[in-house]
């Protein structure tokens, strides 16, 4: 067992250090993927140099992809502000000083990050980053040493899960009456992804494999402990003097707005028995919002601080939507696609399909567009070999979370937090990968959809 953990160490030393020289900032990788994407479109296809070019334009401002976008803004803003909320932070400091070594504390980090995926994505990248780095904060106040990056790592680990759990993009979409591909698929309930065994089974393996591994990646030299300034704390409160400051600080008048997104939830789960959707899944995590927080004012606030780290994903999504505008107009991704499912048979293809996914997945770092991308492939494919719409499903969010764990985009909020670089963590994560690859493949080929 100690030789494994120390080849293990190994592994994790070099994959940092290859990582720390080549991982270029995330934004000039969309740019080199876009070149590539240009390039291969008018070699590979009927594609001309400006038709190509004219595919990016179209995808750039496409309108279902500013839905997704303000979808996934909303999202992220207010799992930021969720995971800030007074009595989440206090539960999450409470557990941060728990661990005595710091292998411990790296595969605490980890669990937390994938219990958090399985809630939101979005609660994932922000409250793993912010676990992460309080669980070194109190470890330096007991001067045990954690290597930071792998710390934050660790905190992002759960983005190899996510799509597992309840903001799985491609899961809802399916899920919601109107999709793209209700005339063809109909309408797949959560319950037959998700609820599947072979996701429950992936999920439970990956939570138990990718934890050990990456805690035992953590160095026993040369830790890189490095801790941001403490987060100060408004101690000063100003007792409200003015109708306008009572209002802003009334915990009874936030609880009574509560009401509204509470009516409407009962409404919808309940009453009229619809299922999970990304919209809904929204306005779940708005309410929670206003029930953690005691006055509007602290919440807004919270609001307010949680947007500003929204506009690094923002800025970024547009070129990804041309790069996808791209891949799709000109029939690169069909093509692609279309490789992988001609070579498949029933026993390869939910590897290829995953590698095929994962690869899609680096282009266009966004499962439900990836999903529009390429869902009707992924479910001719699946019915022709055999397979079932859901295994189809599936096979879409294996691939796009697992190569989470080396394209960089929606790190950036974790990053924002913890003050490190993507190249600082894609060497840890990068190793994950190639495991969690294993796992994800052995499911879907042996057990039922």
């Given at each position: 067992m100690k030789q494994i953990q120390k080849k293990l160490q190994t592994l994790g030393v070099a994959a940092g250090s290859f990582s720390e020289k080549y991982i270029p900032d995330p934004w000039i990788l969309a740019i080199f993927l876009t070149l590539i994407a240009y390039s291969a479109s008018v070699l590979l296809t009927d594609a001309t140099l400006w038709g190509t070019l004219t595919a990016w334009h179209d995808g750039f401002w496409n309108q279902k992809i500013l839905t997704l976008i303000a979808q996934f803004s909303i999202n992220l803003i207010l799992c930021t502000t969720l995971a800030k909320a007074p009595p989440i932070e206090s539960f999450l400091i409470k557990i941060a000083k728990i661990p005595k070594s710091a292998f411990f504390a790296i595969f605490l980090i980890s669990i937390v990050s994938i219990i958090l995926s399985l809630i939101s994505w979005a609660l994932c990248i922000v409250g793993g980053a912010l676990f992460a780095q309080e669980v070194c904060r109190q470890a330096h106040r007991r001067e045990l040493k954690i290597h930071y990056p792998l710390a934050i790592a660790a905190g992002y680990l759960g983005m190899i899960t996510w799509g597992c759990g309840l903001t799985s993009s491609a899961a809802l979409i399916s899920?919601?009456?109107?999709?793209?591909?209700?005339?063809?698929?109909?309408?797949?309930?959560?319950?037959?992804?998700?609820?599947?065994?072979?996701?429950?089974?992936?999920?439970?393996?990956?939570?138990?494999?990718?934890?050990?591994?990456?805690?035992?990646?953590?160095?026993?030299?040369?830790?890189?402990?490095?801790?941001?300034?403490?987060?100060?704390?408004?101690?000063?409160?100003?007792?409200?003097?003015?109708?306008?400051?009572?209002?802003?600080?009334?915990?009874?008048?936030?609880?009574?707005?509560?009401?509204?997104?509470?009516?409407?939830?009962?409404?919808?789960?309940?009453?009229?028995?619809?299922?999970?959707?990304?919209?809904?899944?929204?306005?779940?995590?708005?309410?929670?919002?206003?029930?953690?927080?005691?006055?509007?004012?602290?919440?807004?606030?919270?609001?307010?601080?949680?947007?500003?780290?929204?506009?690094?994903?923002?800025?970024?999504?547009?070129?990804?939507?041309?790069?996808?505008?791209?891949?799709?107009?000109?029939?690169?991704?069909?093509?692609?696609?279309?490789?992988?499912?001609?070579?498949?048979?029933?026993?390869t293809w939910p590897t290829l399909g995953i590698l095929f996914q994962g690869l899609l997945n680096v282009f266009i770092p966004s499962g439900g567009t990836q999903w529009i991308v390429s869902g009707e492939v992924l479910v001719n494919t699946s019915e022709a070999l055999g397979f079932s719409y859901a295994h189809a499903v599936?096979?879409?969010?294996?691939?796009?979370?697992?190569?989470?764990?080396?394209?960089?985009?929606?790190?950036?909020?974790?990053?924002?937090?913890?003050?490190?670089?993507?190249?600082?963590?894609?060497?840890?994560?990068?190793?994950?990968?190639f495991f969690a690859f294993i796992v994800m493949a052995l499911g879907l080929t042996f057990l039922p959809v």
């Open positions: 899920s919601t009456p109107g999709h793209f591909l209700e005339k063809s698929i109909g309408v797949i309930a959560v319950s037959q992804t998700l609820g599947s065994t072979a996701n429950i089974v992936i999920v439970l393996s990956l939570a138990l494999v990718c934890p050990l591994l990456m805690a035992s990646m953590h160095p026993k030299s040369k830790i890189y402990e490095f801790l941001p300034p403490e987060e100060k704390k408004d101690t000063n409160r100003k007792i409200p003097k003015t109708f306008s400051e009572k209002i802003e600080n009334s915990t009874l008048f936030l609880k009574f707005a509560a009401f509204l997104p509470i009516s409407f939830l009962v409404n919808y789960y309940i009453i009229q028995g619809n299922g999970l959707t990304i919209d809904s899944m929204n306005l779940v995590f708005l309410t929670a919002v206003m029930l953690t927080y005691s006055t509007p004012k602290n919440m807004l606030l919270k609001l307010s601080q949680a947007a500003s780290g929204v506009w690094s994903i923002v800025f970024q999504f547009p070129f990804y939507a041309g790069l996808m505008g791209m891949i799709k107009t000109t029939g690169l991704g069909l093509l692609i696609a279309q490789f992988f499912a001609d070579i498949s048979t029933p026993l599936l096979v879409e969010i294996m691939g796009d979370q697992l190569t989470n764990m080396i394209q960089p985009m929606w790190a950036l909020p974790a990053l924002a937090i913890s003050g490190l670089q993507a190249k600082n963590i894609m060497g840890y994560t990068g190793v994950i990968m």
